[in-house]
């Protein structure tokens, strides 16, 4: 399969090269050159079908044969070693929990996939990556425990110093190895500016390898498809319609549900769900698709004030307004309604939900609102333990931690401090 800039000006290549480089030269986004659509009786029969196998029907147009058959089913086998549960909390209202991973929330999927695909194609070669990303909090941790140990690999985590929660700093400083972490005095859109520069830096780029390990990376962001067929598989109901709501920050989870239905999962409606952070909701109430500077809340994963993945929806939807119109909804919430919204999923259905989620299922019953014969999902994006300073309040309890977090709660932070890109640039070079 080959795969193309959005921004048309570099050449088209591999699904390997577009691993590797992560952004095109030109800046732009990679997306693949064709999308077949899987047979209608595939998902008429997804029950018989393992999560492996369907993700493995799913992605393989996608890979080619850039890695044979058995290595790649071996690299789904080991990305999908946990469960992804639909839970239903209200009447044909579920909740898709995808917080089962190592790290305990979405990202890990997407990271395990690509730290292994890029393993793959480092496996013969001597040559050093240096993964390099910038993180506003769940990225760095599911990024570091996912290419931990991975050959050939050096991965530096960028992080704004006291803006990640303690569970996600922890995850992100105490891995040792390949993981490095930079504990930078400033802002996530400061560290998001460091990693850029060190992209267009040619005393970095001319002595290293850099790729970056957000959902730009088509290794990332094509392994969330999966998410969307394994919600169809569990659901009793097929006939009813479907609609998910995503909460959304980079759009790079509900681009890849608008893959899926390219690839022909019967979903009749999308729903954007957003914080403060309204340029989605503003473009789908005006057509104006205006980028602002980011607004920090609680659900702090979708403080995006220029979503990086549209681009990508908008050549789904043959950058028509109107076609694009017709599959998706968006709505922003504030952060009094996502507090509210916790209490009473707590209260009425003993469900918690993170404040990711909560926004997610606020969405949700907008959209259901006063429409009958929907049955809706709602992504729940992180476990509530990773947001536990702003989830125990609201429901007034303590969120016990998981074994994945007990693991790395005690263990001592590791990072190195730096105020500027000099810095940045020095401890790279060194
Ligand atoms: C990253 C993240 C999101 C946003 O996902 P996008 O693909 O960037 O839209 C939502 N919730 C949580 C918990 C996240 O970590």
Same mark, same amino acid.
């Given at each position: 399969?080959?795969?193309?800039?959005?921004?048309?000006?570099?050449?088209?290549?591999?699904?390997?090269?577009?691993?590797?480089?992560?952004?095109?030269?030109?800046?732009?986004?990679?997306?693949?050159?064709?999308?077949?659509p899987l047979p209608a009786n595939f998902y008429q029969n997804i029950e018989d079908y393992?999560?492996?196998e369907i993700?493995h029907e799913l992605?393989?147009?996608?890979?080619?044969?850039?890695?044979?058959?058995?290595?790649?089913?071996?690299?789904?086998?080991?990305?999908?070693?946990?469960?992804?549960?639909?839970?239903?909390?209200?009447?044909?209202?579920?909740?898709?929990?995808?917080?089962?991973?190592?790290?305990?929330?979405?990202?890990?999927?997407?990271?395990?996939?690509?730290?292994?695909?890029?393993?793959?194609?480092?496996?013969?070669?001597?040559?050093?990556?240096?993964?390099?990303?910038?993180?506003?909090?769940?990225?760095?941790?599911?990024?570091?425990?996912?290419?931990?140990?991975?050959?050939?690999?050096?991965?530096?985590?960028?992080?704004?110093?006291?803006?990640?929660?303690?569970?996600?700093?922890?995850?992100?400083?105490?891995?040792?190895?390949?993981?490095?972490?930079?504990?930078?005095?400033?802002?996530?859109?400061?560290?998001? #500016?460091?990693?850029?520069?060190? *992209?267009? @830096?040619? =005393?970095?780029?001319?002595? /290293?390898?850099?790729?970056?390990?957000? +959902?730009?990376?088509?290794?990332?962001?094509?392994?969330?498809?999966?998410?969307?067929a394994?919600?169809y598989k569990?659901?009793?109901?097929?006939?009813?319609?479907?609609?998910?709501?995503?909460?959304?920050?980079?759009?790079?989870?509900?681009?890849?549900?608008?893959?899926t239905?390219?690839l022909g999962l019967p979903?009749?409606?999308?729903?954007?769900?957003?914080?403060?952070?309204?340029?989605?909701?503003?473009?789908?109430?005006?057509?104006?698709?205006?980028?602002?500077?980011?607004?920090?809340?609680?659900?702090?994963?979708?403080?995006?004030?220029?979503?990086?993945?549209?681009?990508?929806?908008?050549?789904?939807?043959?950058?028509?307004?109107?076609?694009?119109?017709? #599959?998706?909804?968006?709505?922003? *919430?504030? @952060?009094? =309604?996502?507090?509210?919204? /916790?209490?009473?999923?707590?209260?009425? +259905?003993?469900?918690?939900?993170?404040?990711?989620?909560?926004?997610?299922?606020?969405?949700?019953?907008?959209?259901?609102?006063?429409?009958?014969?929907?049955?809706?999902?709602?992504?729940?994006?992180?476990?509530?333990?990773?947001?536990?300073?702003?989830?125990?309040?609201?429901?007034?309890?303590?969120?016990?931690?998981?074994?994945?977090?007990?693991?790395?709660?005690?263990?001592?932070?590791?990072?190195?401090?730096?105020?500027?890109?000099?810095?940045?640039?020095?401890?790279?070079?060194?």
């Amino acid at each position: 399969m080959k795969f193309y800039s959005l921004n048309h000006k570099a050449p088209n290549i591999s699904f390997q090269k577009a691993v590797v480089n992560g952004i095109a030269p030109d800046r732009g986004l990679y997306f693949p050159e064709i999308i077949t659509p899987l047979p209608a009786n595939f998902y008429q029969n997804i029950e018989d079908y393992s999560n492996q196998e369907i993700a493995h029907e799913l992605i393989k147009q996608f890979v080619g044969d850039e890695i044979p058959e058995t290595d790649l089913k071996k690299i789904i086998e080991e990305t999908l070693s946990f469960d992804f549960p639909l839970i239903e909390i209200e009447k044909d209202v579920f909740s898709l929990e995808l917080f089962h991973g190592p790290t305990m929330a979405f990202k890990d999927v997407g990271a395990r996939f690509m730290a292994r695909c890029l393993s793959y194609f480092n496996k013969n070669k001597t040559n050093e990556l240096t993964v390099l990303v910038a993180t506003s909090g769940d990225t760095g941790g599911a990024v570091a425990s996912g290419f931990l140990g991975v050959k050939g690999v050096q991965v530096v985590i960028l992080y704004p110093s006291g803006k990640v929660s303690t569970v996600q700093e922890k995850q992100l400083t105490t891995l040792g190895k390949n993981i490095k972490a930079l504990e930078v005095t400033g802002t996530f859109d400061d560290c998001q #500016d460091m990693v850029k520069t060190a *992209f267009l @830096d040619k =005393e970095i780029t001319d002595k /290293m390898q850099l790729t970056s390990a957000n +959902s730009i990376n088509v290794a990332r962001w094509l392994p969330q498809m999966f998410y969307f067929a394994f919600a169809y598989k569990q659901l009793k109901n097929k006939e009813k319609n479907i609609i998910f709501s995503i909460p959304s920050g980079n759009y790079g989870n509900i681009c890849a549900g608008m893959m899926t239905k390219q690839l022909g999962l019967p979903i009749a409606h999308f729903v954007a769900a957003t914080n403060a952070n309204r340029v989605v909701p503003n473009y789908m109430e005006t057509g104006n698709y205006e980028p602002m500077k980011s607004i920090q809340t609680i659900s702090n994963a979708m403080d995006v004030g220029d979503p990086s993945n549209f681009i990508r929806i908008q050549k789904i939807y043959k950058n028509s307004f109107k076609v694009l119109k017709k #599959d998706l909804s968006s709505y922003s *919430f504030t @952060d009094y =309604e996502t507090r509210e919204a /916790m209490l009473k999923i707590h209260n009425e +259905s003993n469900y918690i939900a993170d404040p990711h989620g909560a926004v997610g299922y606020l969405g949700l019953k907008k959209y259901l609102n006063n429409r009958s014969n929907i049955q809706g999902i709602f992504l729940e994006t992180a476990h509530p333990v990773k947001f536990l300073d702003i989830v125990e309040p609201v429901i007034n309890k303590t969120i016990e931690f998981p074994p994945q977090i007990m693991q790395v709660i005690d263990k001592k932070k590791v990072a190195l401090s730096i105020d500027n890109y000099e810095q940045l640039k020095e401890f790279l070079l060194k």
